[in-house]
């Protein structure tokens, strides 16, 4: 597979990635002193979360493979599906 192919591959999925991340730090920064502490271990979890699936997309970009690298595709689809059900419970905490 080309580079041009993994990094078009790899571009939306870093975008949907960053776009959840930002926000996720920012709120958990922003906010630290107003929730518990059931509330900030969720909010971390969820930013090592999202934090991973940048680093999973900007894998898809940078390493060589042959194939489409359906795995690490599916790794940040389930890791954006996770932090919605995460926050989903950190909202009912």
Known sequence: MSVWKRWRIAFPLLALSLLTFVPAV????AWWSEN???????SIVICLVVAGCVGVSLS?????TEDVPWLRIG??????????GLAVVRDSV
């Open 60 to 64: 898809i970009g940078i390493k060589r």
């Open 75 to 84: 790794l940040v689809a389930l890791g954006v599906l996770a932090t919605c």
């Open 26 to 29: 920012f709120g958990t920064w």
């Open 36 to 42: 518990g502490a059931a509330y900030r271990v969720l």
